[in-house]
């Protein structure tokens, strides 16, 4: 099963606007990862959010984290037309655990030049 | 090489035909994952190595799917008898297992790309 959904499913914008994409889960969890999937391609480590930390940034990028309502956000300022593509949240399933993450749905992200 | 590399890129067979997807992770990492991607999904977790040992397989489907990694290096994933149902993206992924995060950052391969006619 899922851990993280993120939200909106799809996303396009004009080049220069920002996106912004969340991500809910489900239970406790000591760190939170944004990644990144072009088309046909691996997934890019982005982001990695401690449980303890509430924002971080990262070039154009802008991570937040809300442990109180089990949500992320992460924000893509200035965005081009390159930044197409699909963005994944993803969580270990529970604090203390294993070591494997679980992903989201993700969010399909269009930019338009 | 630098990256996580997967073979074969692509691979068709014929149902009730046997797999085997060869995944050479990051030398140095100690955390070896399989995820399966269908299209227009999140990838789903399958199998987690530390080193040699599986340290969870909950998410392999069922008997048909295996997984080894014998000398804590290169990790093979073995399907048996494959159903139409298997087709997917298959991706493996390594990292160096934080232990301040437990889950560090992962790194990817290409995936490779099973297709069961």
């Known amino acids: 099963s899922q851990q993280g959904e993120e939200d909106p499913q799809a996303l396009s914008i004009q080049e220069g606007e920002n996106a912004t994409m969340n991500c809910s889960y489900k239970t406790s969890i000591n760190n939170l990862q944004w990644y990144r999937q072009n088309s046909g391609r691996g997934l890019v480590h982005l982001i990695l959010?401690?449980?303890?930390?509430r924002e971080k940034h990262s070039g154009r990028l802008r991570v937040t984290l809300d442990t109180s309502k089990k949500s992320s956000s992460l924000l893509i300022t200035a965005s081009r037309a390159a930044d197409t593509a699909s963005y994944f949240c993803a969580t270990p399933p529970s604090s203390g655990n294993t070591g494997k993450l679980i992903f989201g749905q993700g969010t399909t992200l269009q930019v338009k030049p | 090489g630098a990256g996580v590399s997967q073979t074969p890129s692509n691979k068709v067979t014929e149902k009730g035909k046997y797999v085997e997807l060869r995944c050479d992770p990051i030398s140095g990492h100690t955390a070896l994952y399989w995820y399966r991607q269908s299209l227009g999904q999140g990838p789903e977790f399958l199998i987690y190595f530390q080193g040699t040992g599986a340290a969870d397989d909950s998410g392999l489907p069922n008997d048909r799917f295996f997984a080894v990694r014998p000398e804590g290096s290169v990790s093979t994933l073995k399907i048996q008898r494959t159903e139409r149902g298997d087709s997917a993206v298959y991706l493996c992924a390594s990292s160096l297992k934080s232990r301040e995060t437990n889950t560090g950052e992962l790194f990817f391969g290409e995936g490779s790309r099973l297709t069961v006619l």
């Open positions: 959010i401690r449980s303890n930390e």
